[in-house]
């Protein structure tokens, strides 16, 4: 085996470190463009994106990472809520279920995109944030829960109000506790029958 000379790689990474920097910044600049649907956004006021993008890009995700209890994610995801709903505010003003429909459905999109669909966060850091996820409520899940004769008398996100955002996901959190798995596994499950329907 031949001796290798001593090599000054600190050039190499520092170019690393760097890009490295960048390529964590697009991930939060490209989930907060493209985390919602158009089906979303059509309810909406025309370029709400426009400022709803911005106001998820600053959302902070090292307060996200430090949450390991349920109460500290919701206490996180309260006041992140708020900087959401503001954005909304700016063209949707009178806008039925803002804050506790669209806001929490927003605001759930990306953070589920975050830590599952993205290289953001390390495996370790994703296995302790997946349980705390909440499930995005739309028109897919009231009717589930109808159907598993879990009526919360909300027909669409638009009617959300605060108690009833909070008792679903406190539903959907207990039994997939009883069961074992995130609550978040609705969210794929419900979509995924839906999509199947539609193909039918």
């Known amino acids: 085996m031949t001796n290798r000379q001593p090599v000054n790689l600190k050039a190499l990474e520092k170019q690393l470190r760097k890009q490295g920097r960048a390529e964590r910044k697009?991930?939060?600049?490209?989930?907060?463009?493209?985390?919602?649907g158009p089906s979303t956004w059509r309810t909406l006021a025309a370029e709400t994106n426009d400022d709803v993008a911005p106001a998820l890009k600053q959302i902070d995700l090292k307060k996200l990472v430090a949450c390991r209890?349920?109460?500290?994610f919701r206490k996180f995801f309260c006041e992140e809520l708020k900087r959401v709903d503001r954005a909304l505010a700016r063209k949707n003003k009178t806008v039925k279920g803002r804050k506790w429909g669209y806001g929490t459905k927003?605001?759930?999109?990306f953070l589920r995109g975050m830590v599952l669909h993205t290289r953001y966060f390390d495996y370790k850091v994703v296995e302790r944030l997946t349980p705390l996820l909440y499930v995005p409520v739309d028109r897919i899940v009231l009717n589930n829960l109808r159907k598993a004769e879990l009526d919360t008398r909300c027909r669409a996100i638009k009617d959300m109000s605060q108690e009833t955002f909070w008792q679903i996901q406190e539903w959907?959190?207990?039994?997939a506790s009883?069961?074992?798995?995130p609550s978040i596994i609705f969210d794929d499950v419900w979509s995924n029958q839906e999509q199947y329907k539609q193909k039918r």
């Open 172 to 175: 959907l959190a207990e039994a």
């Open 69 to 72: 209890k349920p109460a500290e």
């Open 106 to 109: 927003i605001l759930s999109l």
């Open 26 to 36: 697009s991930i939060v600049v490209r989930q907060a463009k493209t985390c919602i």
């Open 178 to 181: 009883n069961v074992g798995v």
